[in-house]
């Protein structure tokens, strides 16, 4: 059935309400309803949470990554206890609406002191975590002092209260905004319903307590003796449309055990916030455990674990062995560094050695099925992480070969999904504090708001009597100046006590319950020294001249301070510092004619002395400036001197090289010519020779011609004689 369609069924059924026994069965039958509407979720959440405390029966509890998720998740959702941050709205000047933001704050962080507020908090993160639904509900308990009609409030708490998953119930909605009712699951001891229907005529006997104290049915056969530990089931109803609180039992139809007209009297009715919820769907308000988002995956994981396991037990070395079974047996049971005799040597030696004896069972196909289990598992949990959102480096996992750089990004952006979810535990734990604040501003007494604050402020009476004495001359003390120049009691009473004025006027927020967000303050903090600085920069000379321009520099430095988070004390110090200088520009008496007369000369002759300045400053850079001429002049000579000797020393340096290399030419030439007539001796001489030389060989030829015409002659000679 729809959220719609239950809306109707319900309002029907009220309309046909007629007497105080149809009211019990109406409302009976409208919490069995929420609970049938809700009934799958709440299986899954029962089988959610017994996978978490790794309860008996639960499954997928060989690696129970959902545990240690939670255990990872929690801590970075909440792990600092948030500080009441309450001030004025619009940041305006308001002295009453400071005085009650100081009240609400001071309250706020004395009440989060007086008990376990932390644990309240990590108990519901923790139920939103594992089921989607973290419930806690906020419980004003009044002490009373007196008897009959003088009895009173002699004192009053307000506290914080984890409400099971199990014990909350709602109306039919789409969103929280729509809720009719809402409900809480009690189990009552005998003397807490007595006192819940003491003043009427209902008869406690006749109220069944059926339960025992951890809400399991009671048990008949009991011991008459443990009746003591015997609860009733009661519900405590708060229904929106009536205003009223009912308290109905369980097992008892006939009458409504209390009702109370709007006990709390609070703006939004309910005394608990929106519930805490992991994943909130937008057209419907049922539950959704984040473990059936990747339930799947978590079978798979756990499958394999089990795997791992049982592959795991059977890597056991096992092999057989022929020989002599009593050496092999002896041999496996030996100690470290045992050596164990053989008692047929020979035989031993001839089977080849130990090695040969034995045969083990192969493991290599066992240790490859296990590595490769074990590289599956990892894929399977980063596939979880990724679908969980939860980041390497919220799990504390970083890869040493990663830059800086590269787990910063990691860390910006892996943890998107967790920034959401934390924005939404400080919008938790602010509504907290605003039912708080209006609980207390509204039921608690101006005599314990102010020993709990330790804030003492003047009655309107005090205050009218103080200025009636001043007006008479009276000398009044500090004390009661300062008194004087806070509001009334009266006037905070009423700011307090009115609801659409103090919303209005008061904001209630409370920091981050982040300790990581301490080094975004410190950046919000050096902004704005820096702006400081740059402020004073520039309003310093404008106050310097113009000292009756201070307190509206304070002003807007106020203005500007109030947009940070600098405390009270700071904030009290800019404020005490802008009256101040407000003060001391009211305190200057007017200036007296003879004062403006000695003033107006006193212009006139800055005045003139401005004017003589500035002629005798004319006349200054008129010589500067033909100085400046002059100087420009003769640096302008000295650079043409500069380039004449420049030239100068050009040619004379060119000069130079010519003369030494015509005398290099000439050296050369001589050289040369030197050289030419030693050759030409040489070759004279070598001339002479040749000729000397060539006379002895045609002397030689000579005489060897005439000494072959002698020898011819004689030759012819005998030749002749011969014939003769």
């Known amino acids: 059935m729809t959220d719609n369609a239950n809306t109707a069924t319900y309002e029907s059924k009220k309309e046909a309400v007629q007497d105080e026994k149809d009211l019990v069965k ?74 009650v933001s100081d009240i609400l704050e001071r309250s706020l962080s004395f ?37 009959g009609e003088d009895e009173s409030v002699a004192y009053a708490e307000v506290k ?41 005529d209902i008869n406690l006997e006749d109220i069944p307590l059926n339960y025992s104290s951890d809400g399991t049915t009671s048990k008949k056969e009991q011991d008459p003796k443990a009746d003591v530990f015997k609860r009733g089931m009661v519900w405590e109803i708060w229904d929106k449309d009536s205003k009223k609180v009912l308290f109905i039992c369980q097992d008892y139809r ?139 480096i919220l799990r504390g996992s970083t890869d040493p070969n990663e830059t800086l750089g590269a787990q910063q990004l990691k860390a910006q952006w892996g943890s998107l999904r967790i920034q959401r979810r934390q924005q939404e535990v400080a919008r938790f734990a602010r509504d907290l504090f605003e039912i708080k604040a209006e609980i207390i501003a509204t039921k608690f007494s101006w005599q314990q708001i102010s020993m709990m604050t330790g804030i003492e402020l003047p009655t309107q009476e005090q205050k009218m009597m103080a200025q009636q004495a001043a007006q008479q001359g009276a000398q009044i003390p500090p004390e009661m100046q300062k008194l004087l120049s806070q509001p009334s009691v009266e006037e905070v009473q009423q700011l307090l006590q009115n609801d659409v004025s103090r919303n ?15 080094s975004r303050n410190q ?11 740059q402020f004073a920069t520039a309003m310093g ?3 310097m001249t113009d000292p009756a321009m201070k307190p509206l520099v304070m002003e807007i430095y106020g203005s500007f301070a109030r947009q940070f988070k600098l405390g009270r004390q700071a904030e009290d110090a800019i404020e005490a510092a802008t009256e101040q200088a407000q003060k001391t520009a009211n305190q200057q008496p007017p200036p007296s004619p003879e004062q403006q007369k000695m003033e107006a000369e006193k212009a006139k002759a800055a005045a003139d ?25 003769l640096d302008l000579k000295r650079e043409e001197m500069n380039m004449k000797r420049q030239e100068m020393a050009l040619e004379m340096e060119a000069h130079q090289q010519t003369m030494a290399i015509e005398a290099e030419a000439q050296q050369q030439k001589a050289a040369v010519d030197a050289q030419a007539l030693e050759h030409k001796a040489v070759l004279n001489e070598r001339t002479a020779e040749l000729q000397a030389e060539g006379a002895e060989q045609k002397h030689a030829m000579g005489m060897a011609a005439l000494a072959a015409k002698t020898a011819a002659a004689k030759s012819a000679a005998k030749q002749k004689g011969a014939k003769a």
């Open 541 to 543: 000379p404008i106050i």
């Open 504 to 518: 209005y006027r008061i904001d209630i927020e409370s920091d981050s319950t982040i300790r990581n967000d301490l």
């Open 26 to 99: 109406f409302w009976l039958d409208q919490i069995e309803r929420s609970g049938t509407d809700e009934k799958d979720w709440r299986d899954d959440a029962e089988k959610a949470e017994k996978t978490y405390s790794a309860q008996a029966g639960a499954k997928n509890l060989e690696f129970n990554i959902f545990h240690a998720n939670i255990e990872t998740v929690v801590p970075a959702l909440y792990n600092s206890t948030p500080i009441p941050d309450v001030r004025r709205r619009f940041a305006d000047k308001d002295p009453t609406g400071k005085v």
């Open 523 to 533: 950046q919000t903090m050096n902004l704005f020294l820096q702006g400081t600085a």
């Open 160 to 200: 914080c209260e984890h409400v099971l998953w199990r014990d909350f119930r709602r109306g039919p909605a789409r969103n929280w905004g729509e809720l009719p009712w809402i409900a809480f699951r009690h189990y009552l001891s005998k003397d807490e319903i007595e006192k819940l229907i003491a003043g009427s």
């Open 609 to 633: 002395m401005e004017m003589a300045k500035e002629k005798h400053g004319m006349e200054l850079e008129k010589m500067r400036l033909g100085l400046q001429i002059e100087r420009e002049k």
């Open 254 to 392: 006939d009458r409504v055990l209390k009702a109370e007209d709007d006990p709390l009297e609070l703006t939004n009715f309910f005394p608990t916030p929106k519930p805490l919820m992991s994943i909130e769907q937008t057209s419907s308000m049922v539950p959704v455990t984040p473990l059936k988002i990747y339930d799947k995956l978590v079978d798979e994981l756990n499958t394999v674990t089990k795997r791992i396991t049982k592959l795991v037990k059977t890597l056991r070395p096992r092999g057989l062995y022929g020989g002599n079974a009593l050496d092999i047996k002896a041999l496996s049971e030996a100690d470290d560094g045992e050596l164990v005799p053989a008692t047929d040597v020979m035989a031993f030696l001839q089977a080849g050695g130990l090695e040969k004896i034995l045969a083990w069972f192969p493991l290599d196909p066992t240790t490859n099925a296990i590595k490769a289990l074990y590289e599956q598992r990892e894929v399977i949990k980063q596939t979880i992480y990724e679908v969980t959102g939860i980041a390497d």
């Open 111 to 147: 009440s989060v002191d007086t008990y376990d507020f932390d644990g309240t908090m990590v108990s519901v993160i923790k139920d939103s975590e594992v089921v989607d639904r973290g419930v806690a509900r906020v419980r004003y308990v009044p002490y009373f002092a007196g008897q």
